[in-house]
Each structure stands twice: as C-alpha cells, then as structure tokens.
C-alpha cells in the first residue's frame, strides 16, 4: 500500500521514526522486545518489581506499542524494497 501511494504521488518514501536500517535489525528489536515483555511480566507475577524494569525495554525496543514496531516493519519493508537498506534516514521534505 506504501508502494502504490508512492508511486500515484511519485515521489519516494521516506521512512518514519518506527523504521529500522534493515528488516533484520527490525525483527531482532521486535525478539528483544518481546522477550523483555514477557520476562518483566513474568518477574511482575512473581512478586519482583524491579521486572517492571523491563517493560521500559520493551517500549524502547518497540519504539513504542507493538503497532508501532509493526508499522514501522511495514515501513522498513518498503524502503528495502525501493533498495534503500542500510540507509541513513532522511527527513520529509
């Protein structure tokens, strides 16, 4: 759907704060994040509070909730696609 928009307007697209520099780096922020998660919630059950702790991982992994580290895996997909992988992130113009 980025694809297309991008080309009705013609212009590239640029990817926004929630995309990463390669979709491999973008599933292992989503691993990490996930991990984070479920160990700080399974710290949180078991009486440790400092696994609370984690969940601030898991939001900085995220780049905030999971739509966003989907959105943004949506995001980094496209910018491969246009062969702009490991490239630095430009702002809109």
């Given amino acids: 759907m980025i694809r297309i928009a991008a080309a009705c307007v013609g212009r590239?697209?640029?990817p926004s704060p929630f995309a990463s520099r390669s979709v491999a780096r973008h599933l292992l922020r989503g691993a990490i994040g996930l991990v984070a998660l479920v160990a700080g919630l399974a710290g949180a059950a078991l009486g440790?509070?400092?696994?609370?702790l984690l969940l601030v991982?898991?939001?900085?992994?995220?780049?905030?909730?999971?739509?966003c580290w989907a959105l943004g895996l949506m995001e980094t997909r496209a910018a491969c696609a246009q062969g702009r992988c490991g490239a630095p992130r430009t702002a809109p113009r």
């Fill in 12 to 14: 590239d697209v640029h």
């Fill in 48 to 52: 440790a509070p400092l696994a609370l």
């Fill in 57 to 67: 991982i898991t939001f900085a992994a995220w780049r905030g909730c999971p739509t």
